[in-house]
């Protein structure tokens, strides 16, 4: 037995051993902000005080987060399942460590275990599409996806990483030659990621799509059909009785309320009547089909209008002062072509792998069918870099299928070379070039100018958060802070204080109320200051967000206060010298 056919053989052990290793490394690297407790991401922050509120006793449908805009709290969409991994850790953990240890293992384990479901679910798909022993290669590529192994990192707590994780699986779905089984995995990995959000709806609405599509060129596909249209019924159903929210059984349009269980579920029934239906002729097929998309789109149409719209339903004013100006919801071009280059260099080895898979196999039309499905929510996810930069680490995922094919097959005929130097080295520079490593590191040599005002934003932003940092604000007497949209959830996490607003869409009135308080007059501030109560003002000069009070409002609170032009209502709070914080006592 041959090396290549141990590697099949145990290729589980193999892949279990390749997913150990990779946590241990992972934890390794970031064992400083571990220790620090660095949930650098709001979302992060916002997840650790949804699960301490779970275990402190609040309702399991109630997901408001009373830290923010006290007392009414703020309305966060998601669900509890991203929950229950980080609480049942930490429920395991404190016993043995104490609650703030147990809190720090489980925001390192946690992130770890969708990394292992996606690395599971990648291995078999290449298995299953191009050779049983390409999964090392494929594994490879995941590590190097530096967008999507970001989602899986320790300290990532957020649902990014479980919904990329059931993306893959509904990947792998598609591609299971066993029909019946294939459905009911695209189905109930379909459900399981909407239960947890929207953001994944339109890569897996394109692969329901797909299993279609294959419906459509064999009826013997008739089984994966309703499989899926039972088990994303089915899913959605119980997702939605489980996980939904209070806030959610209302018809909103941004999480699996009503809305969204309604459509799923007449999809799933139009799914299952379509495999029952299963014409002889694939035209009849095709125009049943085409009435079943029909019917679907004018449900959704007639039904709810009012999610026609951008699905957040924010207003104008709050896209135009805020949202258009957070940095993942812009288009990738606008971040500078060096980051342009370290994401887009997989996905377009990916679709070259694609396209060269589906012309290699143009008289199989089975196979291009099949490599057709995959790569079209590829595609998709690369085509939406150009709206938003935050379809990256969608799009890197998606591609691996597609750039380990093209690995694939340019490696044997190197391997051929009577060179060994060729063998060695060309098979080294493939690897890199498909990996988007080349092109990453080229990048490194080439100067990359930066403003004063981006120099000390990522300065700001480094420091502000820090434990260190934020100890001597945690230190001064309870009370309501207004601060920063992006620093509220930092805030509430690691002291005792509550804060106006996090970056969350349902809350617009609150965020507005930050925005235009730090961007309008001191007189304006000190209106909402005094409707709400407000204790403290407490400011990071230079944070990023700080930089569109800078630019837009360049004589308002914000600068007043960076000016060191106080009001009569405000006293300066002592604070260490190296703080980076202003703090600001209400007194009037």
Known sequence: MNALDRLEKHWRWWLLLVWLVTCGLLIFSRWGQIRGFGLSDTDDNIRMMQVRALLGGQDWYDLRQYRLNPPYGADIHWSRIVDLPIAGIKLALAPLLGGAAAERWAVTVAPLLPLGVAMAAVAVTVRRLIAPHAYGLAMALLLCAHSARGMW?????????????????AVMGLADPKRARGGIILGLATAFSLAIGLE?????????????????????????????????????????????????????????????????VLAGALCVALALASPQRWPLR???????????????????????????????????MWLDNVREARPLYTHGWQIGITVVAMPVAGLIGYGLMIWRNRRDPAKVVAWSSVAAPALLAALLLLW????????????????TALGWLIVPSLGTSRWMLLRVVGTVAVFLLVS????????????????????????????CPTLAALRPIAQQPKGYVLTFVDLGPRLITVTHHDAVAGPYHRNGADILDVMKSFRGTVDHAHGVIARRKITYVLICPGMAESTVYA????????????????P??????????DSPYRMYRVIG
């Not at 988007?436 to 420091?463: C, D, H, M, W, Y």
């Not at 630019?551 to 106080?566: D, E, I, P, S």
């Not at 009569?568 to 010298?577: D, H, N, S, Y």
Request: hydrophobic letters at 50%.
């Open 153 to 169: 990192s320790p300290l990532r707590i957020d649902h990014h990483g479980w919904q990329l994780a059931a993306l893959s699986v």
């Open 200 to 264: 994944m709806l339109l890569y897996l609405g394109l692969l329901g799509a797909a299993a279609g599509l294959l419906w459509l060129r064999d009826r013997d596909e008739a089984r994966r059909l309703a499989t899926y249209g039972l088990s994303l019924a089915g899913g959605c159903g119980v997702g939605f009785l489980v996980f939904a929210s209070y806030a959610n059984r209302a018809p909103v349009c941004d999480a699996l309320s009503p809305v969204w269980l309604s459509v799923m």
């Open 286 to 320: 095709l125009g049943l089909a085409a009435l079943a998309g029909a019917t679907l789109a004018a449900f959704y149409a007639l039904a709810w209008p009012h999610c026609l719209q951008r699905l957040e339903g924010v207003s104008p004013e709050l896209a135009a």
């Open 388 to 403: 938003q930069s935050r379809a990256g680490p969608a799009a890197q995922l998606l591609s691996i299928p597609g750039a």
């Open 436 to 463: 988007g490593i080349l092109p990453q590191e080229a990048t490194r040599f080439i100067p990359k100018p930066q403003s004063k005002v981006s120099a000390i934003a990522n300065k700001a932003n480094g420091s």
């Open 551 to 566: 630019a837009y409002a360049k004589n308002g609170f914000y600068m007043q206060l960076v000016r060191n032009k106080l």
């Open 568 to 577: 009569a209502w405000l006293e300066r709070v002592p604070l260490p010298k």
